[in-house]
């Protein structure tokens, strides 16, 4: 474990735990990314117990979850999530100091590494953002006031051509084989149909 007590190392280290873990935030539910980010932040922890630290930096690091979390909620808050990614890198980079306080991991190493975290978090979390925004293709709710065509005739049952599918249809009026439908509402997986046009006469 002597390793970790390098600077270099338990930067890199702790930036890759903190990484997984505001992707498991944004994207819950593997245990892959959970279980990666509790292993990287015990080792991170190891190492912030036995370096010299800064108080401040560590303030940093906890602050940046706020901001993320918030950014997650609603949509067009790329601001919010902006300023998580540079309390994430500041606080990361400064945490571990030289005895005059100076940060301890290299410059290079550090720019490097800032820009590669930013530009995948920036790009991750807002497709994760988006993703968790977008309606669902098989959306029920959103088919309503859609036309389609019956392919059966329908009353207590029967199937309708809508939106390029095959559904499971009912109606409150028989409809004959044929006819232009225009969905009502939806009742579980099953849509609610009217005909669309009252001139149209059942066979």
């Known amino acids: 474990m002597n390793f970790l007590l390098e600077p270099n190392v338990a930067y890199l280290v702790l930036l890759s735990g903190v ?38 930096a560590l303030g940093l690091l906890i602050l940046s979850v706020f901001p993320f979390i918030y950014a997650l909620q609603k949509p067009k808050r790329e601001g919010f999530l902006a300023v998580a990614i540079l309390l994430l890198l500041g606080g990361s980079i ?70 390029g599918e095959l559904w499971s249809v009912r109606s409150e009026d028989p409809i004959a084989p044929g006819k232009t439908v225009r969905v009502v509402r939806r009742e579980g997986f099953v849509l609610v149909v009217e005909k669309a046009d009252s001139s149209n006469s059942d066979s």
């Not at 873990?21 to 190492?47: K, N, Q």
């Not at 669902?136 to 859609?146: A, K, R, V």
């Open 94 to 163: 400064f945490l571990f100091a030289t005895e005059s306080g100076l940060p301890a991991v290299n410059p290079f190493l550090a720019a490097t590494a800032s820009l590669l975290v930013t530009g995948f978090l920036w790009i991750a979390i807002r497709k994760s953002i988006q993703a968790s925004l977008a309606r669902p293709s098989h959306d029920l709710d959103s088919l309503t006031g859609t036309l389609g065509e019956s392919k059966t005739r329908i009353h207590e049952e029967g199937s309708a051509q809508i939106a």
């Open 19 to 56: 990484v997984l873990s505001l992707l498991a935030i944004a994207s819950p539910g593997t245990g892959l990314l959970e279980v990666g980010a509790f292993f990287m932040l015990a080792l991170a922890g190891y190492a912030v117990y036995n370096l010299e630290f800064n108080a401040w």
